[in-house]
């Protein structure tokens, strides 16, 4: 357990000497959702500036009165609304699947690699990145595809029960399973992503066949990381409801934006936090068999040298 | 007296009434209806010590419950009091339970028009009801099956069974009584329309054949459809109900008898005064709760039975349960049954929200919260029924909104009273729902397609049945009590209600009830209103102030010292005419009220003020619930940026969560 705590120490660690990224990376999600909902901001603002029931809308949040204002012919309908925000949640994450090589290639390099590197960095392994996302939407696809259809099956069996709570304990039960594999399937891919940038790696199978053996030689402690790093992100989203809710008057716009990016760039750090961990622990993996597979494997080397391998402090022990 | 004389006397004697029996035998089976019995004067039921209402069936069922088949197998005996002042020679019976069949009226309607519980994506052989008569006989006049013939008086449906008529040989005579024994077999369906089994659950409604009402001249006897309810005449039931032993079980009406029998079943019989309808529900899990309330006219046994995952919730059941029974009892009349069940029925099941006399179903979940008040909302909507449906008894199928739509206003009142304006519904995390704005929000979704004046089955589809019959309705009677005052509405209401409770008033009863009592003429609104589908809004279309010397090239503001000449411009957007007031503000704090009849298309304002224009509004206390645009019925000069900003701020955010979801799980 001490060796998991110090995983996550570490990621930390490498998270916070380059929080940069997440700033940069939230300025982007907050520039790209401003597009898109910037229909819906004029609605808004052609229907209730000027109205005094809108009031009711700023003190305190009556339901009712929302509801009367998408009602009206005049707001549109829903597609309207929803299609360009999409359009730019998909912008979001094309641009994060850009960014996220250099990013890891920071995470596993001692010092901050200039711009120019982490674009260089990025350009170089776009492509292999979205291989690296074509194995991951068929595994997960097919596996997460698997668990779900088993998910709805035992779900619907639980509704005849005579037992109200079967149905939600089943589904408790079963998304839980789910979300457990899906974060071992992540953790899996993570690694992946830090092979390919760290090998420099062209053939992605190679990086998907290797990270797929870490995660099956740690994958307790991978996914004791992983989970409380995503329970903590579930603490944030409690904290940050409790805080708007206890000290943000209902009138307070300001007050209600800075919880809600705060929440927001919190969320974007523990996903980075993530990658963090599963960097460290990918540097350690390396360091340790790293002579091993300079001997074992026939192929030719590749061009770049080995990564350098973070400093660790003292009281960190790898995890083998 | 010699011995012959008196032999012959005794032979007189003796014989005279045997061949006076005989004679009224004979005149019997010339007319059954000389000596039917009469239908019992009882007050089992009811807190009276005479009846309430003129009674003019009564029904005694035996009936025996198949848990396993779902099937019902009882004999009726239905006893009919000709009180139409004509003879009857035709009686329809509704057989409510043929409605769920694929080439149904029911089930056309509700495929094509959607319905509150069902969408008939595909049919299934569990969606099946039936209500089939194994025998039809009228004492007295033999066995009439093979008279009986299916009628389809709204929509010549020839695959619609939910009527039956049958021609007697003789007509019965005014005042006379006629005796039906009726034996029939029902396959009661997987709930639908708030009847039927579910898992091991079953509610047992419109279960039985029901005569029609005669009304107005005609018998009154409506195919079933998706969007209608019923209507029936009162009198008394006797229903006796055999079924598994391990059923906990609750009805309509008293309990007066029951026995466990040998093969495993119990009998439990019911009795119910002055009622028009019976309707029985039966689960092994239910947990019962029993409370009285003290009501005007006597004690009130109530009967809560839960769901076992809601057992928590039983006394927030009872609290609304008492405390609706108390509003209406001091707001409309008092309520004279001995008994009132309340059912929390199957989770899931179509059997959630309905009313049948003094039986009525709630609706929750095991995780509400307390600050959620739609099981609340549920129960007093049910209860209300017990006036409106239960009591006044208005025809359903024609006037609905009479039962459901007064019963919405009076949901309003109530949950009003009880949980505060706008926090009726919810009050959860500062976002609070009024039951007001519901019932707008009904309204305004269709407020325009159908008159409330309408027959239930001719609306233009089942959003505009409920938006009409429901939302508007309420909207109606809480705009109205800004022209006759809220005191006068509810007085009105409680003559009503007292005049009218046990007959079958017709729209133009209560309409002009509420003239009387106001002491106005209405006619104006209600022709709009209530028989129209004029569209209510107005709106403020302009407002500005200009300084008066605005052509001065150096002219400088001051306030409270420059003079403007301001204008405010009201609008009448849809064709509903209506007096309305607007209260115009301005910047040094002055409030002015305008009256404008509403009329003209529009109507203009002018002021010479040294202020200028803040603000108008009209209707600015709010208290008209007809207009389908709260929104520009005020406009001010200067915009108020930040609702729309806080509203965006909490789109911009749902937006960037899913952004991040969606990176987080795929890069």
Redesign the interface.
């Known amino acids: 357990m001490k060796e998991d705590t110090n995983l996550i120490l570490a990621g930390l660690r490498i998270v916070s000497r380059h929080k940069g990224y997440i700033f940069w990376l939230w300025l982007l999600n907050l520039s790209l959702a401003e597009f898109g909902t910037a229909a819906v901001r004029n609605r808004l603002h052609t229907v209730l500036d000027h109205s005094l029931l809108a009031d009711r809308l700023l003190q305190g949040f009556d339901r009712g009165v929302y509801l009367e204002m998408v009602a009206r012919p005049e707001w549109g309908s829903s597609p309207g609304s929803a299609v360009p925000a999409m359009y730019f949640t998909i912008l979001f994450f094309i641009v994060t699947l850009f960014c996220m090589p250099g990013v890891l290639d920071a995470y596993t390099s001692e010092g901050r690699p200039s711009r120019e590197d982490f674009f260089r960095c990025c350009g170089r392994n776009l492509w292999r990145f979205v291989r690296v996302l074509v194995f991951y939407g068929i595994v997960a696809g097919l596996i997460g595809g698997a668990l779900f259809s088993g998910h709805v099956a035992l779900v619907h069996a639980s509704e005849k029960s005579t037992y109200e709570l079967l149905p939600f304990y089943t589904n408790l039960a079963t998304l839980g399973v789910i979300f457990l594999v899906l974060t071992v399937i992540r953790v899996w891919f993570d690694l992946a992503q830090v092979d390919v940038v760290v090998r420099d790696q062209r053939a992605v199978r190679k990086s998907v066949i290797a990270a797929f053996g870490y995660t099956q030689q740690n994958l307790i402690p991978l996914l004791a990381a992983y989970g409380i790093i995503c329970l903590l992100a579930l603490a944030v989203l409690a904290g940050g409801i409790w805080v708007w809710h206890s000290f943000v008057p209902s009138s307070n716009v300001l007050g209600a934006f800075v919880v809600t990016q705060v929440m927001l760039v919190l969320w974007l750090g523990m996903r980075f936090w993530q990658r963090a961990t599963a960097a460290a622990f990918y540097m350690r993996q390396a360091t340790v068999d790293a002579p091993t597979q300079a001997t074992a494997d026939p192929t030719p080397a590749p061009e770049v040298t080995l990564p350098v391998v973070p400093p660790l402090d003292g009281d960190v022990k790898l995890l083998v | 007296m010699s011995l012959c004389k008196t032999l012959t006397l005794l032979l007189v004697t003796t014989l005279a009434p045997l061949v006076a029996v005989a004679q009224i035998a004979e005149a019997e089976a010339a007319n059954p209806a000389v000596v039917a019995p009469l239908i019992p004067d009882t007050t089992v039921a009811i807190n009276s010590s005479a009846p309430l209402s003129q009674r003019v069936v009564a029904y005694d069922i035996d009936a025996n419950y198949d848990a396993v088949k779902h099937t019902l197998d009882g004999t009726e005996l239905l006893t009919y009091h000709n009180l139409t002042g004509q003879p009857l020679d035709r009686f329809p019976f509704h057989l409510y339970l043929n409605a769920f069949q694929p080439k149904a009226t029911w089930v056309r309607e509700a495929k094509a028009m959607g319905s509150r519980d069902t969408s008939y994506e595909e049919w299934e052989e569990k969606d099946r009801g039936s209500d089939e008569i194994k025998s039809f006989e009228v004492v007295g006049m033999g066995d009439l099956t093979s008279k009986l013939e299916f009628i389809q008086p709204d929509d010549g449906n020839k695959d619609d069974k939910t009527v039956v008529r049958v021609i007697v040989p003789k007509a019965v005579a005014p005042g006379d009584y006629v005796q039906f024994k009726i034996k029939f077999h029902d396959q009661l369906p997987e709930t639908q329309a708030r009847s039927g089994w579910n ?2 659950f079953v509610l047992g409604g419109q279960w039985f054949p029901k005569v029609g009402v005669w009304w107005h001249g005609a018998w009154n006897c409506h195919q079933y459809h998706a969007t209608t309810e019923f209507f029936a005449d009162f009198g008394v039931y006797d229903v006796s109900l055999t079924l598994p032993q391990n059923e906990v079980v609750g009805a309509s009406g008293v309990r007066v008898k029951e026995a466990k029998n040998f093969d495993g079943t119990q009998t439990l019989t019911y009795h119910g005064d002055d009622i028009h309808d019976f309707a029985w529900t039966a689960s092994p ?1 239910y947990r019962v709760a029993e409370d009285t309330f003290q009501g005007a006219m006597g004690t009130v046994q109530l009967r809560l039975m839960m ?3 809601h057992w928590n919730q039983e006394q927030r059941h009872a609290r609304i349960l008492k405390e609706s029974l108390d509003q209406f009892e001091r707001w409309y009349g008092p309520y004279p049954y001995k008994t009132l069940t309340l059912v929390d029925p199957e ?2 099941s179509a059997a959630f929200g309905m009313e049948y006399p003094t039986f009525i179903t709630g609706g929750t979940s ?2 509400m919260p307390a600050l959620i008040h739609e099981p609340e909302l549920v129960v007093e909507h049910e209860f209300g029924h017990q006036y409106w449906y239960g009591m006044v008894a208005t025809n359903e199928f024609e006037d609905a909104w009479m039962d459901e739509g007064i019963n919405s206003y009076t949901e309003v009142k109530v949950m009003d009273s009880i949980f505060g304006p ?1 926090t009726s519904i ?1 009050n959860l ?6 039951e ?3 019932q ?2 009904f309204y ?2 269709a407020a325009d397609l159908d008159p409330m004046a309408r027959n239930a089955w001719q609306y233009a589809n089942s959003h505009s049945y409920e938006g009409v019959t429901y939302g508007k309705t309420a909207c109606v009677l809480l705009t109205l009590e800004k022209i006759v005052g809220e005191d006068t509405m509810r007085n009105a209401l409680h003559t009503y209600f007292m005049r009218y409770r046990f007959t079958h008033p017709t729209k133009e009863d209560v309409l002009k009830t509420i003239e009387e009592i106001s002491g106005r003429d209405l006619r104006w609104y209600f022709n709009q209103a209530v028989y129209g589908t004029q569209v209510f809004d107005y709106e403020v279309m302009q407002i500005s102030s200009d300084p008066v010397n605005w052509y001065e090239k150096d002219l400088k503001e001051k306030k409270g010292e420059t003079l403007y000449e301001s204008r405010v411009l009201l609008h009448r957007k849809g064709d509903f005419t209506f007096p309305v007031e607007v209260e115009i503000r301005f910047d040094n704090g002055e409030r002015v009220r305008e009256q404008w009849d509403g009329q003209d298309r529009w109507v203009k304002f002018n002021y010479q003020k040294k202020a200028k224009i803040e ?1 108008a ?1 009209i209707d600015p206390d709010h208290t008209i619930y007809l207009d389908r ?8 000069m200067e ?11 909490y ?3 749902v ?6 979801f ?6």
């Open positions: 898992r091991d899990r769901q076992p995952a989770p899931d095991w995780w706008d919810r995390f500062g976002a609070t729902y009024g007001r704005e519901d707008r929000l305004i979704g603000s509004e645009d709260n929104f520009n019925n005020s406009r001010t915009p108020n940026k930040a609702p729309a900003r806080k509203l965006a701020n789109w911009s955010f937006v960037q969560s899913l952004s991040q969606l990176a987080w799980w795929l890069v």
